[in-house]
């Protein structure tokens, strides 16, 4: 995961252009440009690297290629308009699995009131698709706003994903909770865009690398120490995860706030009401550098970065 | 080629949503949203399918790629603002030719007063990547407006970048005017602006696909025939290119512009000069459908479409 960053910072370093009207520059969820009027952020999912074929069928491929780009708008409190998806069919993908791929696509668009805006269509030896997601973003809220003696919250549950990858790799079939999570997650847009105009989040990020890995770029972002509770963590349980999966396993597209005291818990319960989803206080924001655990006799010990790394290709 | 078109027509009938913040819809070069402050492309480039890792350095597939992208922003006479990249590493690619896709990518987007504003980098089988390319459009120039009457002006020479395709497929090394013509092509990004700017550009359209097809989107966008003068049509012969390959062979990202027959003859000599590219008037649109060429007999034949069809992967 560092080696991943350290070479982005490096990419990054590259640039002598930075263009006027960009609002939130690289290194948060999406890029927002033209006083907020446009959010941007886009996802790259490639055969044998993101997925595999036989763990999902064509319209869940492009279902959750959608979601991770979608999500990065939550990620940003942004409203989606709309989606991009460049599809490189892979062999033996006829018309039929091409219209199944956007289909998808389309689905998880629509059902954050967005819809599909155009794109690319190509053939080569693997199936990738690039969806790029468009909204608006007047308020965002950016990884950086989190401040010392804030609260830490996470929406659902965690660890899910993780847990169906690790039964396919293990050739077992995962449960059906599991293969959800991983098959087919829910981008939080409505949720971030209802946390946000109540004001109750001051720093956001979703969590496609994991809760370890988000966390710390929240924490870097922001000049801050965090301290998760071992206890606290949401662990999906009914999708066979573990606490290791829930810190480290990424691609639950579950979101990770950080907000003043008072008022979140409040809004806990409304909040659940409203969305079926929970919102569970994980841990606090204090003065420091990086990320704690702090486990049931008190202990706070450095909780190594381990969500997966798409540069190694590995689960840590 | 159709094939292609036809199963994008199906996709994007399968939608319920469109966003009624969309200015230009899927079917022209890019999505314009938010009143045209903001126009949106992307183009995912793949090894063996877009490009070999054999004919080109890691910096010009970065570059390449990049140029696709914001081509399609010229061809709405948007002005590029930034770009993503999103980029998967194939196997034994290290951080340093990451580096260089990316600067190839910075490069390109610099030409045009872009910057690079973040983006995703993963790792798998191949090497991958989409460039999404992001613009200020308040008056964009759509392939719809080509009237009965006008002009077909193209910019640049035609059928280089096929030309060097040709050669690398034969075993044999192009020549280097052929090479860069595939290699290191131009977004057409100030020349596109200038034209629309003078209102000399009544319908735009970027040369992707090939002159046959990119001049058929235009006709059947703009419900009108066009003729092509096979005389007139600037061959690449530096390139080696022939009248088939600039007919057929994309990807030379030049300009085609419907012009009213008033102004543009005159407006491209100082267009000429400044850009130091040709502008060369290449056939007339007419009432009807399709695409026609005339020959030096001055009969005119329907002209098949016959650019490079990403989906069957192979010219034509």
Redesign the interface.
């Known amino acids: 995961m560092a ?2 960053f350290a ?2 910072a ?3 370093a ?6 006027d ?2 609002l939130v ?4 969820d ?2 927002v ?2 006083g907020g ?2 959010a ?5 999912s ?1 055969e ?3 997925f595999r074929r036989s763990w999902l069928s064509e319209a869940e491929i492009g279902f959750r290629a959608a979601t991770a780009a979608l999500s990065d708008l939550a990620a940003m409190a942004a409203e989606p ?2 989606v ?6 892979g062999p033996a993908l006829g ?1 039929e699995e ?2 199944a791929v ?2 998808g696509v ?1 689905d998880a ?2 059902r954050v ?14 199936l ?3 969806v ?1 997601a ?1 909204g ?1 973003c007047p308020a965002p809220v950016r990884r950086a706003g989190a401040r010392r003696g804030d609260e830490l919250w996470v929406t659902g549950r965690l660890g899910g994903a993780a847990a169906a990858v690790r039964e396919w790799e293990r050739g077992a079939a995962p449960s059906p909770a599991a293969r959800s999570a991983f098959a087919a997650p829910t981008a939080r847009v409505q949720e971030a865009a209802w946390l946000a105009a109540r004001g109750l989040a001051n720093a956001l990020i979703d969590l496609s690398d994991g809760l370890s890995s988000d966390g710390g770029h929240v924490a870097e972002a922001s000049g801050v120490a965090i301290t998760l509770d071992a206890a606290a963590i949401p662990v999906d349980e009914e999708a066979g995860a573990t606490l290791e999966s829930a810190l480290h396993g990424g691609e639950d597209y579950e979101l990770l706030i950080a907000a003043a005291p008072d008022g979140m818990a409040e809004a806990a319960g409304e909040f659940s009401q409203r969305f079926g989803v929970e919102l569970t206080r994980v841990g606090v924001v204090r003065a420091g550098a990086g990320v704690y655990l702090r486990g049931a006799d008190g202990r706070e010990l450095p909780l190594r970065r381990g969500g997966f790394d ?4 590995t689960s840590a």
Chains 1, 2 share one sequence.
């Open positions: 080696r991943e070479l982005i490096r990419i990054l590259a640039r002598s252009v930075v263009p009207d960009v520059d690289a290194g948060d999406c890029a440009l033209a009027a446009l941007v952020g886009n996802d790259l490639v044998g690297v993101h308009s709309g991009l998806l460049a599809l490189c069919l018309e091409a219209l956007a289909g389309i668009a629509e009131g967005a819809g599909l805006l155009g794109g690319d269509l190509s053939r080569g030896g693997v990738a698709l690039d790029v468009i608006r798409h540069l190694e290709g």
